[in-house]
């Protein structure tokens, strides 16, 4: 939201994924262009300390961070 703040009062540009830009889109403080023409993707990476790795809410922000920017892109 910061990054997004920062754009609309002219202090900057951002370069976001597309599930940021979906919630803007259409909000006359903002103009949104693609970088590419089929976009760009990435893998991304978690870094965890080794003595959470067993802790549940670990194991769940994992799951989450697995299916949930799928079923965003989906959308």
Known sequence: MVILL???SN????VL?????R???FNSDYVT???TEKGLTRRLYAA????DTTRPFVAHLLK???TVPVKLQRS
């Open 6 to 8: 920062l754009v609309a």
């Open 11 to 14: 202090r900057g540009a951002a």
């Open 17 to 21: 994924p597309d599930w940021v830009m």
């Open 23 to 25: 919630e803007v889109r």
């Open 33 to 35: 262009r693609p970088l």
């Open 48 to 51: 965890i300390r080794s003595e």
């Open 64 to 66: 989450l961070a697995r």
